[in-house]
T-cell receptor
Framework: AQSVTQPDIHITVSEGASLELRCNYS??????LFWYVQSPGQGLQLLLK??????LVQGIKGFEAEFKRSQSSFNLRKPSVHWSDAAEYFC??????????????FGKGTKLSVKP | DAGVIQSPRHEVTEMGQEVTLRCKPI?????LFWYRQTMMRGLELLIY????????DSGMPEDRFSAKMPNASFSTLKIQPSEPRDSAVYFC????????????FGQGTRLTVV
């Protein structure tokens, strides 16, 4: 079955510290992978995506993610967290065809809190 | 463009009442998606349209749920009759083209059924 697992429900980091949010997926075909961010009361904003090519992808707001096929992982990283990064982060997987850029399977999300 | 517009932003209704959620996709987008977000189940795709035609409604939970897209600029998600377990945030998203790389989400409608 297709699924996305985000093992960490809630993470707290200090401002300026590095961040890594974990994402593992199960998908029968070549996956297209996404990270979205949701601020309180807001919709989802795309941070970055992986379709093919370089397995290290850069996104907005200083985020990056690395696709590791052997580990079925797509972890999100940021070298130095800012207080404004506090939000909920969702990893998602799709098939990359037929509208699947929106036809996605989402993980349950990881809530990030940032300590001053 | 103003982005994907959903209305209302909040809806409180009594059990048994009909609820209609509305979505205006980004102009020119030909795919439209309805998602539901709950604490227990996270984000789930309910249904999606391509060129106003429903393509996959396998995520619609029950016959009480229905969705329509009468034209390229408007879609509705209706629940009749509503139940407390329908309480959730409902998101609409739109995208352009079969191989586009991003779906754009609206701000959601928070539905509370009491």
């Amino acid at each position: 079955a297709q699924s996305v697992t985000q093992p960490d429900i809630h993470i707290t980091v200090s401002e300026g510290a590095s961040l890594e949010l974990r994402c593992n997926y199960s998908y029968g075909a070549t996956p297209y992978l996404f990270w979205y961010v949701q601020s309180p009361g807001q919709g989802l904003q795309l941070l970055l995506k992986y379709f093919s090519g370089d397995t290290l992808v850069q996104g907005i707001k200083g985020f990056e993610a690395e696709f590791k096929r052997s580990q079925s992982s797509f972890n999100l990283r940021k070298p130095s967290v800012h207080w404004s990064d506090a939000a909920e982060y969702f990893c998602a997987v799709g098939g990359g065809y037929g509208g699947s850029q929106g036809n996605l399977i989402f993980g349950k999300g990881t809530k990030l809190s940032v300590k001053p | 463009d103003a982005g994907v517009i959903q209305s209302p932003r909040h809806e409180v209704t009594e059990m048994g009442q009909e609820v209609t959620l509305r979505c205006k996709p980004i102009s020119g987008h030909d795919y439209l998606f309805w998602y539901r977000q709950t604490m227990m189940r996270g984000l789930e795709l309910l249904i999606y349209f391509n060129n106003n035609v429903p393509i996959d409604d396998s995520g619609m939970p029950e016959d009480r749920f229905s969705a329509k897209m009468p034209n390229a600029s408007f879609s509705t998600l209706k629940i009749q009759p509503s139940e407390p377990r329908d309480s959730a945030v409902y998101f609409c998203a739109s995208s352009f083209g079969q191989y586009s790389t991003e779906a754009f989400f609206g701000q959601g409608t928070r539905l509370t059924v009491v």
